[in-house]
């Protein structure tokens, strides 16, 4: 390491606030699926930003697209109108079949505001503030803190008790579990449809149609989380499209931008007559001109690339060659996932081996202690896959993973 990098790596530590333990390399910029270091090493890139560029670095329409927009004008505010929001507005909810779109800045405010959503419809039925909301146990839905108090780990929540009241909880894929949470206070059942921080955890078919269901027939929101899994990962536009399993209520985030911070939340014309009005919700950069010109952009490029038509492939070729480190290293114990959202579970803490790989030149992340995690940039290809697989086995075989 030069002396240059590791004088910014001392300088954070001096500056910023010690909430992430950071891995000590400072990146300098991006090319296709690659990050260059400060120093110019190069890195395989199988983390693109925690499932954020999707589309990789570097990609000239896309920082066109941005650039444009930054010499017409930034922010407005949403006293007025902007056309970008409105053509953005235009294209997601032709990507997913929702009726009404509100632009936040973050996956975190999306939950938030989907949670007022719930609140406000159950208000709006029968006048009651009491209504309560059922989560998944080790789900992960954000860090404010409304968004903490619908996050099934009580790891992320304890020092921060209380939080917002009247949430329960439930178990993803257990329907029983759910029933046995639903009371007639129930307003709204939220999950991840494939749940990424909490392990890597798709929800089944089964379990999606019986809460469907069972929402269509009590009046409860069925509200679904696609911030990570969403915009493409799972070989749809949103993972819940695999099963045609509409929800009420939808949060996004992450790739929707491809790096420029933004999320939002949609929901159905129903719920839009029957929730939120003038007055309930706000955001002063939630919606601006130059975020909302990267969501079109990237909707666009989606399509002109052919992007899930790649995911399906690669996706595939992933699991494949994952599979086989399972069946190579008895310390891999499974692996589980869709499409390019993907992960190894083992028998041991993963941070050596992560740590390993980044010496070799290959960015990847954990789910939990136990869990890579592998959310590449969407447009990665079959050789990259092989590159990556390498270095893999290389730093596994480094931390003493012994082959079967």
Not at 122 to 137: C, Q, S, V, Y
Not at 270 to 275: D, L, P
Request: aromatic fraction near 8%; charged fraction near 25%.
């Amino acid at each position: 390491m030069s002396a240059e990098m590791q004088n910014y790596i001392d300088e954070a530590e001096q500056a910023l606030l010690h909430t992430y333990n950071r891995y000590q390399v400072v990146f300098d910029r991006g090319d296709g699926v690659y990050l260059y270091d400060m120093d110019g090493k190069k890195y395989l890139d199988f983390v693109s930003g925690i499932a954020v560029f999707a589309l990789g670095y570097h990609h000239k329409a896309y920082n066109d697209a941005l650039k444009a927009q930054i010499d017409k004008i930034i922010h407005t505010s949403n006293y007025y109108y902007n056309a970008p929001a409105i053509e953005a507005a235009k294209k997601l909810k032709k990507i997913s079949g929702m009726d009404r779109v509100f632009f936040t800045n973050s996956g975190a405010e999306a939950i938030e505001g989907a949670i007022k959503t719930a609140r406000k419809y159950g208000f709006l039925k029968d006048g009651r503030t009491d209504h309560e909301i059922i989560a998944m146990n080790h789900s992960f839905h954000g860090r404010t803190m409304g968004a903490l108090s619908v996050t099934g780990n009580p790891h992320y929540r304890d020092a921060f008790e209380p939080m917002i009241g009247n949430i329960r909880f439930a178990n993803l894929n257990d329907f029983d579990s759910v029933m046995a949470q639903v009371t007639d206070k129930t307003c709204a059942i939220l999950f991840e449809t494939v749940q990424g921080e909490g392990g890597i955890h798709p929800a089944t078919e089964e379990f999606m149609k019986k809460v469907r269901a069972l929402c269509d027939e009590r009046d409860i929101l069925m509200m679904l989380d696609e911030i990570q899994c969403g915009m493409g990962r799972t070989g749809t536009m949103f993972a819940w499209q695999r099963f045609g399993v509409k929800p009420d209520v939808m949060t996004t985030a992450k790739a929707l931008g491809c790096g420029v911070p933004v999320g939002a939340f949609l929901m159905t014309e129903k719920v839009g007559k029957n929730s939120l009005a003038a007055g309930d919700h706000g955001t002063t950069y939630g919606g601006n001109p130059l975020a909302c010109a990267a969501i079109c952009k990237v909707i666009e490029l989606f399509e002109e690339q052919d992007v899930l038509a790649n995911v399906n492939k690669v996706g595939a070729y992933l699991e494949k060659r994952l599979d086989e480190l399972v069946a190579a290293f008895s310390c891999v114990e499974t692996r589980r996932g869709v499409g390019l959202l993907q992960g190894l579970v083992f028998d041991r803490p993963v941070g050596d081996i992560i740590k390993a790989a980044l010496g070799r030149g290959l960015v990847l992340i954990n789910a939990g202690t136990s869990i890579i995690r592998f959310v590449p940039p969407l447009v990665i290809t079959k050789e990259h896959v092989d590159d990556m697989i390498t270095i893999l086995r290389e730093s596994i075989m480094e931390t003493e993973g012994e082959q079967k």
